[in-house]
């Protein structure tokens, strides 16, 4: 049971008994979303459900708005990519979908989303920075319509381990009791997969998923 999970169930039971709302969770483990309605998206389709087929090393353009019609668009536009690493590729496999990530292009964008989201996140494998780059840390900010929201970093109890000596990999995500309305991405050398999310409308959710995590703490070995 990772310590992301354990926060997590200590205070979806205080949210679901408390009138003061917690306003935001970090989420470090996809069985967050056990037992719930989300969607994953794992880039390895185009937005029409046609396998995508990118050579090793190579990308391809993706329109903006490619998986519009799931409910989130791009901006600017990225590329899918196969990246041509071997740490990369063990990370991907560990994660559950290989080959094909994102982003190749800007390490700056957003993605915008077009229906009400509570909780989101990312499969990350990423190969640390200088301190001197642009951005040396994978970052993901959550914004509703009064602003910023959240910003997490993709470090400490985020990382699970690191394949080829130097790969870092793990979940990260954000659950908000406000409606998620764009995620803004800053990232180094970073790739992101199994984009996860899904509305969370009621407290009476975030217990439910508390019992669950429960369940996996009696369930697996600390």
């Not at 490619?66 to 590729?89: K, L, M, Q, S």
């Not at 991405?185 to 999310?197: E, I």
Request: aromatic share 12%; charged share 20%.
């Amino acid at each position: 049971m990772k310590k992301g999970v354990l926060t997590f169930l200590v205070a979806a039971v205080a949210l679901s008994f408390s009138s003061l709302p917690v306003s935001a969770l970090i989420i470090t483990d996809s069985d967050f979303f056990s037992g719930t309605t989300h969607m994953v998206i794992t880039f390895e389709t185009d937005g029409m459900g046609n396998k995508l087929n990118i050579a090793e090393g190579q990308v391809q353009s993706m329109p903006s708005d490619e998986y519009a019609h799931y409910g989130f668009t791009f901006e600017p536009d990225i590329c899918w990519v196969n990246d041509a690493g071997r740490a990369f590729d063990e990370a991907q496999v560990i994660g559950g979908s290989p080959e094909i990530g994102i982003p190749d292009g800007p390490d700056d964008f957003t993605i915008n989303l077009s229906f009400p989201v509570r909780a989101f996140g990312f499969w990350v494998i990423n190969n640390p920075v200088s301190e001197d780059e642009p951005y040396p840390y994978l970052t993901l900010q959550a914004y509703g319509d009064d602003g910023l929201i959240e910003e997490v970093i993709f470090e400490g109890d985020a990382i699970d381990g690191v394949t080829g000596g130097r790969a870092e990999y793990g979940f990260l995500g954000i659950a908000s009791d406000k409606f998620i309305t764009s995620i803004h991405v800053t990232k180094g050398a970073a790739m992101l997969d199994n984009f996860t999310y899904s509305p969370i409308p009621e407290p009476a959710t975030f217990l439910l998923l508390g019992l669950g995590c429960l369940s996996l703490l009696r369930k697996r070995p600390a």
